[in-house]
Nanobody
Framework: QVQLAESGGGSVQVGGSLRLSCVAS?????MAWFRQAPGKEREGVAH???????TYAEAVKGRFTISKDNVKNTLYLQMDNLKPEDTARYYC????????????????????WGQGTQVTVSS
């Protein structure tokens, strides 16, 4: 079991920045950020392994940065140049082991999820 707790959400204006944190109860090799806007499906935003391999969704490339502190078991998402379309509830997800063919941005890949933190971007 891996317990996850997100924090750092809030309300910002267009062009602003936020940094989300996700504290894990134990180390997980694969961790990711997903988001879900009202009326939309949950979508993958960024993924990172403990070996520091990263992947980003096209919509956030160049604006979001995922990072991980393996000592603190904490995953971060630095979000810059925020846009109204970034408004969503952001979730942290974890898979303790290797992907073994599973997709990084498939929700079914991750057995462990946090409760989410709300991000609202206003113009």
């Amino acid at each position: 079991q891996v317990q996850l707790a997100e924090s750092g959400g809030g309300s910002v204006q267009v062009g602003g920045s936020l940094r989300l944190s996700c504290v894990a109860s134990k180390n997980a090799y694969n961790m990711a950020w997903f988001r879900q806007a009202p009326g939309k499906e949950r979508e993958g935003v960024a993924h990172m392994t403990s070996a520091a391999s990263t992947t980003y969704a096209e919509a956030v490339k160049g604006r979001f940065t995922i990072s991980k502190d393996n000592v603190k078991n904490t995953l971060y998402l630095q979000m810059d140049n925020l846009k109204p379309e970034d408004t969503a509830r952001y979730y942290c997800a974890a898979l303790a082991g290797f992907l073994n063919g599973r997709r990084k941005f498939d929700m079914n890949t991750y057995p462990y999820w946090g409760q989410g933190t709300q991000v609202t971007v206003s113009s």
